[in-house]
């Protein structure tokens, strides 16, 4: 039968079992439509990444004899949705048969649910066949459990998978997690490598997008676009990765500098999130590497690694499935607070906050730490409403696509799903940004006050958000300590803390 196969933006998977074969019966539709422009205000970098990459792995498909429809942005008869798109490909092409891959987004689940649902024809969905679990997967691990504990399901995942193990399906080197040797402050001890970079001409993309008054934000050096937008490309970061950045990875992975944005991390989740290369093919060469290399690197390097990939990053995907739609609106802590000004611009003075904004707006990068422990921590110790939290993560990475955007933001560094990801919040006062970067030297505020002109806000802020939600937070176990110097506090200290905090909540824009 006539067939026509969709492919979405983050489903560029040249190795997929549909490509096996070439069939003149089969047509494949890739398109650039407005609807996915404007549900959320994107950075200008992550819309040229998608359209590049889309239009590359259109071409090697094309190449490859496959029979292809792409719609760019601005071509006549594209009706900037997939639902309009789909059903005059349909009726022009006399298609018989529809057939697209799982989406990531529960969003666009939905939608092309209700599209085939009106469809008259034979439809048909097939599995991406990216991912080393499937959508419900981690779901069924924790049945019953109330909080669903990252390592335990990640333990599992190297035991099946026969990762790090040995025949006995105990772990290389004794342990199953090298946590605690992986939060060093950076020392200069192994030299820092330049970020992989790819300086292609996107002009004619940024032209496009004005032309049409695409609404972006965040900034682009049109003529440097640094982004990897083909598999062959994606696979270089990797190979960059594996030689130069990976003997260091664990041992920095949380630290920060001002000097250098990506430190040891391996900027790959752009090409993993678009399907570019699979999970698999990253955590096989980083293994392989180790085991050549044993001298050069440790496990506690590739340990810290491999758990981002077949842990978390498979974790959080099973949490979405299990908890959307439901998920999107949790608000535990009740915030409200509207997210300052300077997130658009970076004009704040809070050094950390400067560096980790600016790296945001000019790389549309930043990596774990700076989202978690500067911005995230931020916006949750103001009591950002995490709607517009989740809009800004959402729109400003390049890698951010929602099932790995949301339970980050939302459930992991917001604390808005009551502490089924974390088991508490992630805050944390200048004592922490300080032991892991070099942003307070230089800093208008000082990291050691409380209170006073030139008191660090997160320090004030830290004991008011405990303060504030003592009734949510004080029966949590892991938070006793905290409740328990607060105790052992002097009165007119709290409150000349909680004055201070108040006063930079109320000047948010100006700090
Ligand atoms: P590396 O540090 O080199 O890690 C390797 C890979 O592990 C990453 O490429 C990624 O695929 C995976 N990984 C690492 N941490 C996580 C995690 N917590 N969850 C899932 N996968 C992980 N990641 C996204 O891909 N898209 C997002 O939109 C996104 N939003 C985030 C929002 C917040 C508030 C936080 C705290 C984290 C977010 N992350 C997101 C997770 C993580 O910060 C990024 O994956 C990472 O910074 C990407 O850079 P890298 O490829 O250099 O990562
Ligand atoms: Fe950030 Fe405070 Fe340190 Fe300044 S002093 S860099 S605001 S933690």
Redesign the pocket.
Known sequence: AKTLRLILGDQLNHHHSWFNKKDNEVTYIIMEVMQEQQYVKHHIQKIIGFFMAMRNFAEELRNEGHQIIYFRLDDEDNQQNFKENLKNLIEKLSIEKFEYQLPDEYRLDQQIKEICENLEIETQVFDTEHFYTSREDVKDFFKGKKQYLMESFYRDMRKKHHLLVDNKLEPFGDKWNFDHENRKKYDGKYPLKAPLLFKKDVSDIVKLLDDLKVDYFGNIKPKEFPYPTSRKEALKVLKYFCDELLPSFGRYEDAMLKEHHTLF?????FS??LKMISPKEVVDQVIDTWQANKKEIDIAQVEG?VR??IG??EY?RGIYWDQMPAFASKNYLDNKTKLPSWFWDGKVKMNCLKYAINNSLDHAYA??IQ??MVI?NFALLIGANPNEVDAW?LGV?A???EW??IT??RG??QFADGGLIGSKPYVASANYINKMSNYCSGCKYDKNLRHGDKACPFNSLYWNFYIKHEDKLKKNARIGMVYRLLEKMDKSEIDTIVNQGNHYLSNLNSL
């Open positions: 991390h391996s900027c790959l989740s993993l999130n690694f981002q990939v978390w990053r959080m990596h774990h989202r978690l995230g993560y990475y890698d951010a696509v790995v955007q980050n933001t992991m560094s």
